[in-house]
């Protein structure tokens, strides 16, 4: 294609070309009302939200994406588009472990996007109540980190909740050292959580050696101590920067930079199949030798990957566990299903958590 010379020529092609793309757009916005109104007639509870369909739409655009437009920011332009067109059948409320900008909130909108409804809740107990109760669609909770391992209250209030597992998110966790100072020699005390200290360490003890620690409940709530102190400095996200108007002093201070973070989508329905898909599961084995070992030999022999497994205890008998599984595949697939069934032959108590979206 041959380009026009003159920039305000090339400057009226590109209003041309966006008034196109507004008028896409809202033709684009009409099919996502009417395919609403279609999947209300069938289930007038069903979820309008399909991460299946979204990462489909996304993945076929970067292969079919000729550039020079990145691929990349192909995902973060139609996470906002398709945000933006569920919001026209209703909003998308999602409660999360606050307060705003912890690393939770910015998983949360990873997923949904900016046009959703976002609660910020105390707890993660909270979070589930909320998504239990039906105040909120979604709920957003984190459950492992690659450094600090799995989040145990997570996985404990699994045991009685009703809720499913609708969708996960894995987010790559960058922490900042934020201030309304500009130099760092002006900084005399350190807000964050204590797991942001620690993971921020190696940093802070060559360019901060003599400076106080305050240690807090999140990220965000740090950020917040920072605002009104002009010595003090905080370890938080680059949302908090934006949401608490920090300045940003030093940028990724992790000493480990593949440090992420897994969280997962809480609903009470459960989300379509994809077909790549992953399947939580709760299972209590049986008090007797190699108990374990029969739990998850079906996995095995039906050909069945096992990504993950923890153990906790029940509190209801000593030494007695709760495991908690990873599979790869969908809980209604012939190989898992056979697989679930005679495990649950074999142990006291099964719950499948929910089968999901393996793919981000």
Same mark, same amino acid.
């Given at each position: 294609?041959?380009?026009p010379?003159?920039?305000?020529?090339?400057?009226?092609?590109?209003?041309?070309?966006?008034?196109?793309?507004?008028?896409?757009?809202?033709?684009?916005?009409?099919?996502?009302?009417?395919?609403?109104?279609?999947?209300?007639?069938?289930?007038?509870?069903?979820?309008?939200?399909t991460?299946?369909?979204?990462?489909?739409?996304?993945?076929?655009?970067?292969?079919?994406?000729?550039?020079?437009?990145?691929?990349?920011?192909?995902?973060?332009?139609?996470?906002?588009?398709?945000?933006? $067109?569920?919001?026209?059948?209703?909003?998308?409320t @999602?409660?999360?472990?606050?307060?705003? =900008?912890?690393?939770?909130? +910015? %998983? *949360?909108?990873r997923?949904?996007?900016?046009?959703?409804?976002?609660?910020?809740?105390?707890?993660?107990?909270?979070?589930?109540?909320?998504?239990?109760?039906?105040?909120?669609?979604?709920?957003?909770?984190?459950?492992?980190n690659?450094?600090?391992?799995?989040?145990?209250h997570?996985?404990d209030?699994?045991?009685?909740?009703?809720?499913?597992?609708?969708?996960?998110?894995?987010?790559?966790?960058?922490?900042?050292?934020?201030?309304?100072?500009?130099?760092?020699?002006?900084?005399?005390?350190?807000?964050?959580?204590?797991?942001?200290?620690?993971?921020?360490?190696?940093?802070?003890?060559?360019?901060?050696?003599?400076?106080?620690?305050?240690?807090?409940? $999140?990220?965000?709530?740090?950020?917040?101590?920072? @605002?009104?102190?002009?010595?003090?400095? =905080?370890?938080?996200?680059? +949302? %908090? *920067?934006?949401?608490?108007?920090?300045?940003?002093?030093?940028?990724?201070?992790?000493?480990?930079?593949?440090?992420?973070?897994?969280?997962?989508?809480?609903?009470?329905?459960?989300?379509?199949?994809?077909?790549?898909?992953?399947t939580?599961?709760?299972?209590?084995?049986?008090?007797?030798?190699?108990?374990?070992?029969?739990?998850?030999?079906?996995?095995s022999?039906?050909?069945?990957?096992?990504?993950k497994?923890?153990?906790?205890?029940?509190?209801?008998?000593?030494?007695?566990?709760?495991?908690?599984?990873?599979?790869?595949?969908?809980?209604?697939?012939?190989?898992?299903?056979?697989?679930?069934?005679?495990?649950?032959?074999?142990?006291?108590?099964?719950?499948?958590?929910?089968?999901?979206?393996?793919?981000?």
């Open positions: 294609m041959e380009l010379e003159d920039m305000q020529q090339c400057r009226q092609e590109i209003d041309r070309l966006d008034d196109d793309i507004l008028n896409i757009l809202n033709e684009r916005s009409q099919y996502v009302i009417k395919i609403g109104h279609l999947k209300k007639q069938q289930d007038s509870s069903a979820h309008l939200h991460p299946g369909r979204e990462v489909a739409i996304v993945e076929r655009l970067m292969r079919k994406n000729p550039g020079p437009f990145p691929s990349e920011a192909l995902r973060h332009l139609y996470r906002e588009i398709m945000s933006a $067109s569920l919001s026209l059948e209703g909003t998308q @999602v409660a999360y472990l606050g307060p705003p =900008a912890t690393f939770t909130h +910015l %998983a *949360a909108m997923k949904f996007g900016g046009s959703a409804d976002y609660v910020s809740v105390n707890s993660i107990k909270d979070v589930f109540d909320e998504v239990e109760r039906g105040r909120m669609r979604f709920g957003v909770v984190p459950i492992e690659s450094t600090e391992g799995v989040v145990n997570t996985l209030l699994f045991v009685d909740s009703p809720l499913l597992i609708y969708g996960e998110v894995m987010l790559e966790v960058s922490h900042h050292f934020l201030s309304k100072a500009e130099k760092l020699d002006e900084i005399k005390t350190v807000y964050s959580h204590p797991h942001a200290i620690a993971q921020c360490r190696n940093w802070l003890e060559t360019n901060l050696p003599s400076v106080n620690f305050a240690e807090e409940p $999140s990220t965000a709530r740090a950020a917040e101590r920072a @605002v009104n102190d002009p010595t003090a400095g =905080a370890i938080a996200s680059e +949302l %908090a *920067a934006q949401l608490y108007g920090l300045n940003i002093l030093r940028s990724r201070i992790e000493d480990n930079i593949n440090n992420f973070t897994r969280f997962l989508i809480l609903s009470q329905k459960g989300a379509e199949p994809t077909g790549r898909d992953k939580s599961i709760i299972v209590s084995a049986k008090d007797r030798v190699g108990a374990l070992y029969d739990l998850i030999r079906p996995f022999s039906h050909g069945i990957s096992m990504t497994i923890e153990s906790r205890p029940t509190r209801r008998k000593v030494w007695e566990y709760l495991f908690y599984m990873d599979l790869e595949g969908h809980q209604d697939d012939d190989r898992l299903k056979k697989a679930l069934e005679e495990v649950r032959s074999r142990c006291l108590m099964m719950k499948v958590l929910g089968s999901y979206s393996s793919h981000q």
